[in-house]
């Protein structure tokens, strides 16, 4: 069992009490909503005649449903206005703060949150999207739940929840040069497998971590949940207090040093114990993207798509519905492999330096004839700053679309989607079949780097090659 | 037809059972996306596995005859991985699946599961495809879940099921539904809100 770990320290400062099932009342510090995983919450709310007990712990945005070309309202579907106006009046209701669509704030729940502050060391946060795992980055303890729990959280602040078991992921060395964060937890999924991480929250640690900027920590802790993993973490550093300092909720004057003393000492002790540990070379890892229909199936952009006959027994029949599934050919390279649709975004990779190195990548080039291309900043703040340093500019200039922000294309609940069996370079977190909005459209996940360069050449392209110059 | 959801003790369920094949199948084909456009649950049943039913053109396992009115599942491994959402257990219970059995589960979904009402129980990669093949031999047979011994049975054969301990107590007692429970000790959520430094201007001698 862990002892000393963050995980441990904050979980101890968040039980309430010990539930008669033998599960823990966890209290909850953040509660992040949005129009997807919430009206059904507050309609049961209302079945049971109870309050929301802490409306200042919630906080809700609209991402996942807005329209990325025009968010005038009411939004030409019926259904997604339905949904906004509904999560609209049960913030009204309750008291709770809506960064709503004109809002400077609004985006998508995991990028606007950090950037507004909200998301601090030594929190739980909670919120009904899997995605939610992206607020460890902070070391905050945070999961995706769902309606029920959203209901739960509400009306008591808290969550009947089990305690997770720690697995240390230790990744020595630095990434090379066009190798991301996202690249870097592709590969770790590709290790440990989907379900690997079921039963444990994962810390992630060592110098190549440790290297990370916050945004491409968000990137890895964001897809923790991709490994089975319910919510990973990054212990906070001098690197966490900068991003923190200043921003809208973060702590100020004499609290500010008072905060960073508690949030220095949440971090998991020299002598912790994990229930166990794991070491990777961060430094041999090479641009990686996905193949087939788990984020578990990477290769890097080097190697061939896997003969399913070779592989392990229990990987052998999701490779071959895969290979079937994507028409991808046992040995056949990915580089070089043809692609319809770009897309740059989500909350896993929709942050400005995410669009800014895709446009270092762009700049001087032209999107390939044939391919449609877009780019949906995370966030209004991410729009506005990107614009500020003319990154919009260089995505249109090469014939990227520049949409307003929100969830888009990852998961196509708006008009944003692939068509027939499209084949997509996406930033997004998940290939799941069908998860693009099109039943037989196919995904290949990667860096938005390496979308960037797959929109220029018309096919999977490895980006070292724009970088030698 | 109102359909009766589960509610109190869950000690035993009865009834027909089929299969869903395959590893890690996703919140996303359980129920894609463009269904959670809604404010309600209730039209979710007839959404199950929305694509892969289309594909599949009235040959898959929630389209035929014979699976009507089943409310047993057995699956494989990591199934309901992906999406937090509670959509799509929703689906399944509305569709009528009341127990749901397999080699593993994703952790998210377990919980909506149980927030359900709907039992989720493990057995070994081989103990599960034996009881696929059982189950998909004889559609017609009845299967017996019994909660206090964690078995499944069609009289001639019984299959041990693994079940984690609060869980089994959650079922065992009614007390599935968490929300009264939480609520039951208001002053403990007050106090260990008072307890928390970010919450109380970082004091830390609190």
Not at chain 1, 42 to 71: M, R, Y
Not at chain 1, 160 to 175: C, E, F, Q, S
Request: net charge neutral.
């Amino acid at each position: 069992m862990s002892s000393g770990t963050l995980y441990d320290k904050v979980w101890n400062f968040h039980q309430v009490k010990e539930l008669p099932g033998g599960s823990t009342q966890l209290f909850i510090g953040l509660h992040l909503i949005h129009e997807v995983t919430s009206p059904q919450a507050f309609s049961a709310l209302n079945e049971k005649n109870l309050g929301v007990k802490f409306p200042n712990l919630t906080v809700a945005t609209v991402d996942h449903i807005v329209p990325t070309s025009n968010q005038q309202r009411p939004f030409s579907d019926p259904l997604a206005e339905e949904m906004l106006v509904t999560l609209e009046n049960n913030c009204k209701i309750h008291g709770i703060k809506f960064h709503g669509i004109g809002s400077d704030s609004q985006g998508i729940v995991h990028v606007m949150a950090p950037e507004l502050g909200l998301t601090q060391p030594g929190m739980t946060v909670a919120c009904g999207d899997s995605h939610t795992s992206t607020h460890g980055a902070f070391g905050a303890i945070a999961f995706g739940i769902g309606t029920s729990q959203v209901r739960d959280v509400l009306a008591s602040q808290s969550l009947a929840m089990n305690k997770l078991k720690v697995r240390r992921i230790w990744v020595d060395g630095a990434l090379q040069k066009g190798v991301y964060a996202k690249d870097l937890i592709l590969h770790i999924i590709r290790q440990l497998g989907v379900k690997g991480g079921v039963g444990f929250a994962y810390e992630f640690a060592g110098p190549a971590i440790e290297k990370l900027s916050m945004e491409g920590r968000m990137t890895i802790c964001n897809m923790a949940i991709e490994g089975g993993a319910r919510c990973g973490y990054i212990n906070p550093d001098e690197t966490t207090f900068r991003y923190i300092q200043g921003k809208e909720n973060a702590p100020k004057g004499q609290e500010w040093d008072k905060a960073v003393s508690w949030w220095k000492s949440l971090a998991s002790d020299s002598k912790a114990t994990f229930d166990d540990e794991i070491q990777l070379d961060g430094s041999s890892i090479e641009p990686t993207i996905t193949w087939g229909i788990t984020p578990g199936q990477g290769i890097s952009i080097k190697e061939t798509i896997p003969n399913p006959e070779l592989l392990p027994k229990n990987e052998q029949q999701i490779a071959k519905d895969a290979c079937k599934y994507m028409n991808l050919k046992p040995d056949e390279p990915i580089e070089g492999k043809s692609i319809d649709v770009c897309f740059i975004g989500s909350c896993t990779n929709g942050r400005l330096s995410d669009l800014q190195e895709a446009s270092k990548i762009v700049k001087g080039h032209s999107v390939a004839t044939g391919i449609r291309a877009f780019v949906v900043p995370g966030s209004q703040k991410v729009a506005k700053e990107a614009k500020e340093k003319g990154i919009d500019k260089i995505f249109l200039k090469a014939g990227f679309e520049w949409r307003e922000p929100g969830c888009s294309m990852c998961l196509a609940m708006n008009p944003d989607k692939l068509e027939g069996s499209q084949i997509s370079a996406s930033s997004s977190n998940r290939n799941f079949k069908g998860r693009q909005g099109s039943a037989n459209g196919r995904t290949l996940l990667m860096s938005p780097a390496m979308v960037a360069a797959a929109a220029i050449n018309g096919k999977v392209t490895d980006v070292r090659n724009f970088l030698q110059h | 037809m109102k359909q009766e959801f589960p509610k109190g003790e869950i000690k035993s369920i009865q009834g027909l059972s089929f299969t869903i094949r395959g590893d890690d199948i996703d919140t996303d084909r359980i129920i894609p996306a463009r269904f959670l456009k809604c404010v309600s649950f209730s039209a979710l049943g007839e959404q199950v596995f929305a694509d892969d039913r289309k594909e599949l053109n009235g040959n898959h396992p929630f389209d035929l005859d014979h699976n009507k009115g089943a409310n047993i599942l057995i699956v494989n491994d990591n199934f309901g991985c992906g999406s937090s959402r509670e959509h799509a257990p929703q689906a399944l219970m509305r569709w009528g699946i009341r127990l749901i059995i397999g080699e593993s589960f994703a952790e998210i979904f377990f919980g909506n599961c149980l927030a359900l009402g709907i039992p989720c129980l493990t057995a070994s990669k081989e103990k599960i495809v034996k009881l696929q093949n059982l189950v998909e031999k004889n559609k017609h047979q009845i299967w017996n879940f019994n909660l206090k011994s964690l078995s499944i049975s069609n009289q001639k054969e019984t299959f041990k099921l693994n079940l984690g301990e609060g869980t089994y107590n959650m079922l065992y007692s009614g007390k599935w539904d968490a929300t009264s429970q939480l609520l039951d000790e208001e002053e403990k959520i007050n106090k260990t809100f008072n307890n928390l430094p970010y919450l109380n201007n970082f004091k830390l001698d609190i």
